[in-house]
């Protein structure tokens, strides 16, 4: 659970236990279940990254329309990618692609728009399928962007 998710929901209990609508108990039992938290490892589930069928999609000429926005989602690394080393990950959510801190985007993402790492990029951006994804594209066929997310 994230820090401010665990705040708000300690936050909303310690309401309920002084309304009385929610027995002190319940205090108790997220304590422990607070202390037995462990920091957990997420990582993507492919057998080999390399036999993954990708989208027969034309990214670089839709780029400019779509500003790259697949490559501003999370991409979790699979234990292949971690092996194989050549993708980079973030220390502080380990093993996710790490985005540049001003755009936002894939830091193996070059000015041009490019993957820097593409030969040995992950599973998720090989299959990854842009053409239904309404936070992409109103309409894929007629070239029609969706609004650009506020940051």
Same mark, same amino acid.
């Given at each position: 659970? *994230?820090?401010?998710? *665990?705040?708000?929901?300690? *936050?909303?209990? =310690?309401?309920?236990?002084?309304?009385?609508?929610?027995?002190?108990?319940? !205090?108790?039992?997220?304590?422990?279940?607070?202390? =037995?938290? !462990?920091?957990?490892?997420?990582? $993507?589930?492919? +057998?080999?990254?390399?036999?993954?069928?990708?989208?027969?999609?034309?990214?670089?000429?839709?780029?400019?329309? %779509?500003? $790259?926005? %697949?490559?501003?989602?999370?991409?979790?690394?699979?234990?292949?990618?971690?092996?194989?080393?050549?993708?980079?990950?973030?220390?502080? !959510?380990?093993?996710?692609?790490?985005r540049d801190?001003?755009?936002?985007?894939?830091?193996?993402?070059?000015?041009?728009?490019?993957?820097?790492?593409?030969d040995k990029?992950?599973? +998720? %951006?090989?299959?990854?399928? %842009?053409?239904? =994804?309404?936070?992409?594209?109103?309409?894929?066929? $007629?070239?029609?962007? +969706?609004?650009?997310?506020?940051?």
């Amino acid at each position: 659970m *994230s820090d401010e998710v *665990s705040r708000r929901f300690e *936050s909303l209990l =310690d309401a309920l236990i002084e309304r009385g609508e929610v027995p002190q108990r319940f !205090k108790d039992h997220l304590a422990r279940i607070q202390a =037995d938290e !462990k920091p957990r490892v997420h990582l $993507a589930i492919y +057998a080999d990254k390399y036999e993954l069928e990708s989208p027969d999609i034309d990214c670089a000429s839709r780029i400019p329309l %779509c500003g $790259a926005r %697949c490559c501003s989602f999370d991409v979790l690394l699979s234990p292949q990618d971690v092996a194989e080393g050549g993708v980079p990950w973030v220390l502080d !959510k380990p093993y996710e692609l790490p985005r540049d801190p001003v755009t936002r985007r894939c830091a193996c993402m070059d000015d041009g728009g490019a993957c820097t790492i593409y030969d040995k990029r992950p599973g +998720a %951006c090989r299959r990854y399928d %842009c053409r239904e =994804d309404q936070r992409v594209w109103i309409d894929f066929t $007629a070239r029609i962007p +969706a609004p650009m997310p506020e940051r």
